[in-house]
């Protein structure tokens, strides 16, 4: 196990049309998109895509739609550790003018326990705060043996103050700062007093405000895509988590700095197609946001 993934699994639908029917209406969408979905998970799919395979905790129920995500999970070889639910997740997703309207259907009453692992080789944990008991008992295990913990704080959850004790690098969404009453600076202050190494806000296309190992507070702006290719924004945090823990992983040597900088040439890639899947960006596909978009990649 090189990397250890815990998180709510959803089937993502999304489409893009120009507005929802009401009533007795109907409408054609002009493209839509069916995949994996859900913060971790989505995340874990990124890491895998850019070539570190992790494993990965995920809800799963005994329908076919928790059939067709093993199908997605086997090919990217993902090693699924299932925690049963009785029915599968969905979210019904309509990306419009840089924004996303999300319905979510979610069964988070886990039937069972969750998986007991051995961590023998893993150097990465990353959480989204679902499966609360899994992640408080994986991330005390990862931080007693010295690995990476990670958090994507995507919104607040019963557990998330307990959690941050155990984070490593906290990188929270605007939508946090909001339901606490946190500006972006009280949430870094508020990291920072949780004991989190590396703590930042994700502020969409305002980029990304941080603080690095010594407490200097930092910010990265987003790259300028062009809004006529800025097609669909969900799921462009959770591909922005899933690789920086794969540049972790890469080069542990190197600074959060560069870490934060593929993954955010990594999310605007995200944007500029429909659905988690297609989004999914290789090695490839970051050198060319990198040349396109950037003045040195």
């Known amino acids: 196990m090189r990397a250890l993934f815990i998180g709510q699994t959803y089937i993502d639908v999304t489409f893009l049309a120009d507005r929802i029917p009401t009533g007795d209406e109907k409408d054609v969408a002009t493209a839509y998109?069916?995949?994996?979905?859900g913060n971790a998970v989505t995340a874990a799919?990124?890491?895998a895509r850019l070539g570190i395979v992790p494993d990965l905790i995920a809800t799963l129920a005994d329908d076919w739609l928790g059939r067709m995500f093993l199908d997605m999970a086997g090919k990217y070889g993902?090693?699924?550790?299932?925690?049963?639910?009785?029915?599968?997740s969905l979210s019904f997703?309509?990306?419009?003018?840089?924004k996303r309207a999300i319905v979510r259907c979610r069964d988070d009453d886990y039937l069972h326990p969750f998986p007991q692992l051995h961590l023998t080789g893993c150097r990465a944990l990353h959480l989204d705060g679902h499966q609360h008991d899994a992640a408080i008992h994986y991330a005390k295990l990862c931080r007693e043996a010295g690995v990476l913990t990670s958090l994507d704080g995507g919104g607040l959850r019963p557990n998330t103050h307990e959690l941050l004790e155990f984070i490593d690098v906290a990188i929270v969404a605007e939508r946090l700062c909001e339901q606490m009453g946190y500006d972006p600076a009280a949430m870094l202050?508020?990291?920072?007093?949780?004991g989190c190494r590396i703590g930042g806000v994700t502020l969409g296309e305002r980029g990304l405000v941080w603080y690095d190992e010594t407490g200097t507070e930092r910010t990265l702006p987003a790259l300028a895509i062009p809004?006529?290719?800025?097609?669909?924004?969900?799921g462009a945090g959770d591909v922005f988590h899933g690789a920086y823990v794969y540049s972790y992983l890469s080069d542990p040597s190197r600074d959060w700095e560069h870490h934060f900088q593929f993954a955010r040439r990594a999310a605007a890639h995200k944007i500029q197609h429909v659905g988690n899947e297609a989004g999914l960006p290789t090695l490839h596909d970051i050198g060319i946001v990198a040349q396109a978009y950037e003045t040195q990649p």
């Open 227 to 234: 809004a006529a290719r800025v097609i669909d924004t969900s």
């Open 33 to 37: 998109a069916v995949s994996f979905g």
């Open 189 to 194: 202050a508020y990291l920072k007093s949780r």
């Open 93 to 98: 997703i309509m990306p419009k003018d840089g």
């Open 78 to 88: 993902i090693p699924i550790h299932p925690r049963k639910v009785r029915s599968s």
């Open 45 to 47: 799919f990124c890491c």
